[in-house]
């Protein structure tokens, strides 16, 4: 199968949605965003995965570099000085047999990530692409984190799901703090957030929070967030373009998938 070497295909995976961008490398262009909604069931997720990638032509072609962000399992961070690749085991409690514990190493900080992802979904993707690069989305969102920062300010980033959300925070250009949540209503989400900020001595008036969703902006929950923090939701990168069919997604969408490439 040949090759297309211009394009990158980027890849984001949760329990609930499998959604994919192609990336032109000459044009620096992002050409197409498409999304799949998956059943929300472990046992059966591998399926859903293959069935995805199986059912569409533009997920089959052969790419000469292919970026995957998983966003299911466990994940930690570990200082340079204190990694040892033969002690991973040790890093993460994980006594799942069907889970395999993988690590990469940071882009714009100096740690490794400890992860956990299913075989069979490693199976999967590793088997269907050659070249593909798999992280943990804990990993993008705080090299993402340290992108976009200001080094003279604190900032919050957070991604937030439908059920869950990804809090880091960095601070005069140091990496702080991360943690991911699962929510099952508003006040679940407030309390969590809040309480990160409570410990973390936090005054959210006076901290950027900045947000990346796929919900809509104008929900409850951010609505009651706006009370206590000052909250900006993301624009999408200045420095690539983007065909039409992607300018038409609200501009704090898809951070999922351009952050990959910027933190790859």
Request: hydrophobic share 35%; glycine share 0%; charged share 20%.
């Given at each position: 199968?040949?090759?297309?070497?211009?394009?990158?295909?980027i890849i984001y995976i949760?329990?609930?949605?499998?959604?994919?961008?192609?990336?032109?490398?000459?044009?620096?262009?992002?050409?197409?965003?498409?999304?799949?909604?998956?059943?929300?069931?472990?046992?059966?997720?591998?399926?859903?995965?293959?069935?995805?990638?199986?059912?569409?032509?533009?997920?089959?072609?052969?790419?000469?570099?292919?970026?995957?962000?998983?966003?299911?399992?466990?994940?930690?961070?570990?200082?340079?000085?204190?990694?040892?690749?033969?002690?991973?085991?040790?890093?993460?409690?994980?006594?799942?047999?069907?889970?395999?514990?993988?690590?990469?190493?940071?882009?714009?900080?100096?740690?490794?990530?400890?992860?956990?992802?299913?075989?069979?979904?490693?199976?999967?993707?590793?088997?269907?692409?050659?070249?593909?690069?798999?992280?943990?989305?804990?990993?993008?969102?705080?090299?993402?984190?340290?992108?976009?920062?200001?080094?003279?300010?604190?900032?919050?980033?957070?991604?937030?799901?439908?059920?869950?959300?990804?809090?880091?925070?960095?601070?005069?250009?140091?990496?702080?703090?991360?943690?991911?949540?699962?929510?099952?209503?508003?006040?679940?989400?407030?309390?969590?957030?809040?309480?990160?900020?409570?410990?973390?001595?936090?005054?959210?008036?006076?901290?950027?929070t900045f947000v990346i969703?796929?919900?809509?902006?104008?929900?409850?929950?951010?609505?009651?967030?706006?009370?206590?923090?000052?909250?900006?939701?993301?624009?999408?990168?200045?420095?690539?373009?983007?065909?039409?069919?992607?300018?038409?997604?609200?501009?704090?969408?898809?951070?999922?998938?351009?952050?990959?490439?910027?933190?790859?």
């Amino acid at each position: 199968m040949k090759v297309t070497t211009d394009l990158k295909l980027i890849i984001y995976i949760n329990q609930d949605i499998f959604s994919y961008t192609i990336f032109n490398t000459n044009k620096n262009c992002f050409e197409e965003i498409n999304q799949y909604n998956l059943l929300r069931n472990q046992k059966n997720l591998s399926e859903e995965i293959l069935k995805t990638i199986e059912s569409n032509s533009i997920l089959s072609k052969n790419y000469s570099k292919i970026l995957c962000a998983v966003d299911f399992e466990t994940s930690t961070f570990i200082p340079i000085e204190l990694f040892n690749k033969n002690n991973i085991n040790h890093y993460i409690n994980d006594n799942n047999q069907e889970n395999k514990i993988e690590y990469i190493k940071q882009q714009f900080i100096d740690c490794y990530t400890l992860f956990t992802i299913p075989k069979n979904i490693l199976e999967i993707l590793e088997t269907k692409y050659n070249n593909i690069h798999i992280k943990p989305f804990a990993s993008i969102i705080v090299d993402y984190a340290m992108h976009i920062h200001n080094k003279n300010d604190s900032q919050i980033l957070t991604q937030v799901n439908k059920n869950n959300f990804h809090i880091t925070f960095v601070n005069n250009g140091q990496f702080i703090f991360y943690n991911k949540f699962n929510f099952e209503s508003t006040d679940d989400f407030l309390y969590y957030f809040m309480n990160c900020l409570h410990i973390l001595e936090i005054d959210g008036k006076k901290t950027n929070t900045f947000v990346i969703t796929e919900l809509d902006n104008k929900l409850e929950l951010f609505q009651k967030l706006s009370k206590y923090l000052q909250i900006l939701f993301l624009e999408k990168p200045s420095n690539f373009l983007y065909k039409n069919q992607i300018l038409e997604y609200e501009t704090y969408k898809n951070h999922k998938l351009f952050s990959q490439l910027i933190c790859e």
